[in-house]
């Protein structure tokens, strides 16, 4: 039986691999070879857009519990985080070029995936579909999928930081350090400021020129992806509670007054991520306000941040929590589209999605995850009818559903080892 699979991002790439892998013939569209967005710079599948981190690799972490439960689920996504992974402290960083070029290896290789590079207009409900197109999604396919919703799109404004050449950093002003991180030098660089100087970056911040966004009448910003410019906006502190906070990381025995962060960006070291910088501010304006940093004042940005619009569908009332269109039953949603948010949890929407399909084209859904899994719980909270407006939504224990009677040091401990011994049973199932 033969599957269609729109979007060869995270979600789709993931889904297209897991419907092979259990026998599926699958049509994979992907579009950027014949029309990519400005966001993306290669033709390669599970391309990293924005940061090149998967967040935190803690087990006891909701994130780190996701990733754990899709290698259980023997992942695509995470065999190449895996492999192509770099040094970043307690998270999972990729070499991003390594990253996407062995997932599109992967997925042009595979006996049962027929990659297709045209741009989709037209969705059949007829033909069992994942529709991963990803929250740049526009035009044509962007209405379809609105035909098929018969409700309200949703959207947000989404921004990515600038990365820099780490030469072009001045290291009689910078440091490594990871966050409370004694042990070692840490992994990330840390460009220290004092009060005046963070008052000098301020104020540029304050007064810098933002790229004109057209066609909107009101900006909607994800506040986990919120532009720095915006945040310095809401008061002269909420920086330094922020991505510049220097708590945890004193250096020779002295907190700074503020710190911007510099996350690795590749493996052979030579390009650094500015750690919660993103921004839609003119790129004359980006540079000169990282220039405002002294260790930065001689930078070399290889990439500046841009802008641009992520949509998403109004999932509660379109979708069940298998991903599944509630009014086309041949239809399943997966990533950032469907109202979930981030790499990791995009990918395991996917992978999700495309188990849940295979039982569907199978005879029937027998098999589930419940909201006592992270992957259970993220679908669980985008399809559920009691949110009358969604907002995006990470992997978080807040949406896991779990009894537990023991003292609170031990919750999240409890939660993984349960979520854990639950996806073990479900992967001998599907």
Do not use: W
């Given at each position: 039986?033969?599957?269609k699979v729109i979007g060869a991002g995270l979600a789709g790439s993931e ?321 950032q589209i469907s109202g979930v948010e981030g790499y990791v949890e995009s ?46 939504m990470n992997a978080n224990f807040g949406i896991f559903r779990c009894e ?27």
């Open positions: 039986m033969k599957v889904a297209a691999f897991q419907l092979a892998e259990r026998g599926f013939e699958v049509d994979l569209y992907e579009q950027k070879s014949v029309k990519r967005h400005a966001a993306f710079k290669t033709d390669d599948f599970a391309e990293l857009i924005c940061s090149n981190s998967l967040r935190s690799d803690d087990l006891y972490n909701a994130v780190g519990l996701l990733k754990q439960e899709m290698r259980i689920l023997h992942s695509l996504i995470m065999e190449a985080a895996d492999l192509y992974r770099i040094p970043a402290g307690k998270s999972l960083a990729v070499d991003r070029h390594g990253f996407s070029e062995y997932i599109t290896r992967r997925i042009n290789e595979h006996p049962n995936i027929h990659v297709i590079h045209e741009e989709v207009t037209e969705i059949d409900e007829n033909v069992p579909t994942i529709i991963a197109a990803g929250p740049l999604c526009e035009g044509k396919l962007a209405d379809e999928i609105g035909r098929l919703c018969g409700k309200e799109f949703l959207h947000f404004y989404d921004a990515v930081s600038p990365i820099v050449e780490k030469d072009s950093i001045d290291f009689d002003h910078a440091y490594y350090k990871s966050r409370y991180d004694e042990e070692s030098e840490g992994d990330y660089i840390n460009c220290p400021l004092t009060k005046e100087e963070f008052q000098e970056f301020y104020d540029a911040v304050i007064n810098a020129r933002k790229i004109a966004v057209h066609d909107i009448d009101d900006e909607k910003y994800f506040e986990g992806c919120m532009p720095f410019e915006e945040m310095a906006r809401r008061g002269y502190k909420t920086l330094l509670f922020g991505p510049m906070k220097p708590v945890g990381l004193e250096h020779d025995g002295i907190r700074p007054y503020a710190v911007v962060q510099l996350r690795k960006d590749n493996a052979i070291d030579t390009l650094y991520n500015v750690v919660g910088f993103q921004t839609h501010l003119t790129f004359g304006s980006q540079e000169e306000v990282l220039k405002k940093i002294p260790a930065l004042r001689n930078v070399s940005i290889v990439r500046y941040g841009v802008m641009h619009r992520n949509t998403y569908i109004n999932s509660p009332n379109v979708l069940n929590n298998k991903y599944q269109f509630i009014d086309h039953e041949n239809l399943f949603v997966a990533g990918a395991a929407s996917g992978l999700y999605a495309a188990i849940n399909m295979a039982q569907y084209l199978s005879g029937g859904i027998k098999y589930e995850l419940g909201p006592d899994t992270m992957m259970g719980a993220m679908a669980s909270y985008i399809s559920d009818p009691s949110i009358s407006k969604l907002q995006p537990f009677n023991g003292p609170k040091s031990e919750k999240k401990k409890a939660y993984t080892e349960h979520a854990l011994a639950k996806v073990e049973e479900y992967a001998k199932l599907v």
